[in-house]
């Protein structure tokens, strides 16, 4: 009697959330489409959406699925599918609601959103970016959905030239730079520099497309081959940017702002 007491007890023991979604669609495919709801028989606390979860965005979107919400993910348009496969081992198999591709317009985008909320009976609390090339879409279409937002008043805030004319803006040490889309756009930069010179793309993550030039032959034929090129994430090279070489200790700063308060979580230095 006692272990059939036992037994049953562990088998009456409520779920949480997470536990009941995942175990209830082992056998769903994970490329489910809004109309394929899943049978949810337990309230979550709310559907978040991230904007391309790959790398250690996938690592958030299980932390956010831990704490008892509905995720789901939304490609943009021409992202790596190579990158959607790029999945940290400890994270193992990807548990979506759903997951969709960008639409034509941000209102028909966030109408399909809307609509999975609706269907699922969960309220869309959250729209964030799962990685560094979900940020553009992330900011317009949590400001447009009215959620929680870093807006869109600052175009583009990937682009790397636009960052270092934000913080010179204030008063702050910044490179010296030249970008554009056609060498000659830069050719003056290049011309007056001292060597060696960075190039890189205007928008990309960590190393893709960063060289080094040792003199303008080499820094023009960089800059041709990164305009013919196809970023890591997907996507041509928007734009080329010229640098100034930085020569000193590099330091990585990990930093988390929320209405106002900042807080630094983590520093790396050699």
């Known amino acids: 009697m006692v272990k059939e007491n036992k037994t049953k007890q562990k088998t009456d023991r409520k779920r949480t959330?997470?536990?009941?979604?995942?175990?209830?669609?082992?056998?769903?495919?994970?490329?489910?489409?809004?109309?394929?709801?899943?049978?949810?028989?337990?309230?979550?606390?709310?559907?978040?959406?991230?904007?391309?979860?790959?790398?250690?965005?996938?690592?958030?979107?299980?932390?956010?699925?831990?704490?008892?919400?509905?995720?789901?993910?939304?490609?943009?348009?021409g992202f790596s599918e190579a990158m959607k496969l790029h999945v940290p081992q400890s994270c193992g198999e990807m548990n979506y609601y759903a997951q969709w591709t960008q639409l034509d317009s941000l209102q028909a985008t966030g109408e399909m959103i809307r609509d999975a909320a609706e269907n699922c009976n969960t309220e869309l609390v959250a729209c964030i970016a799962g990685g560094e090339a979900g940020v553009d879409l992330a900011d317009a279409l949590s400001e447009h959905l009215g959620l929680l937002t870093n807006g869109t008043d600052v175009a583009n805030r990937r682009d790397k030239k636009i960052q270092q004319e934000l913080i010179r803006?204030?008063?702050?040490?910044?490179?010296?730079?030249?970008?554009?889309?056609?060498?000659?756009e830069v050719m003056d930069f290049l011309k007056s520099e001292a060597y060696p010179v960075v190039l890189k793309p205007t928008e990309s993550a960590g190393s893709d497309g960063v060289k080094l030039c040792y003199n303008i032959?080499?820094?023009?034929?960089?800059?041709?081959?990164?305009?013919?090129?196809?970023?890591?994430?997907?996507?041509?090279?928007?734009?080329?940017?010229?640098?100034e070489f930085l020569k000193g200790t590099e330091y990585v700063i990990d930093h988390v702002s929320l209405n106002g308060v900042h807080k630094v979580r983590g520093m790396e230095y050699p």
Request: charged share 20%; proline share 5%.
């Open 217 to 243: 032959e080499e820094a023009s034929e960089h800059f041709e081959h990164l305009m013919k090129s196809q970023m890591v994430n997907g996507g041509d090279c928007p734009a080329v940017l010229c640098q």
């Open 169 to 184: 803006d204030v008063g702050m040490r910044s490179v010296r730079q030249a970008a554009g889309t056609k060498l000659e």
């Open 17 to 77: 959330p997470t536990e009941r979604y995942n175990n209830d669609n082992d056998n769903n495919n994970k490329t489910m489409t809004p109309i394929q709801t899943p049978q949810i028989s337990e309230e979550f606390l709310g559907l978040v959406v991230l904007v391309n979860p790959y790398s250690t965005g996938c690592i958030i979107a299980q932390e956010i699925s831990k704490r008892g919400y509905l995720i789901a993910a939304l490609w943009s348009k």
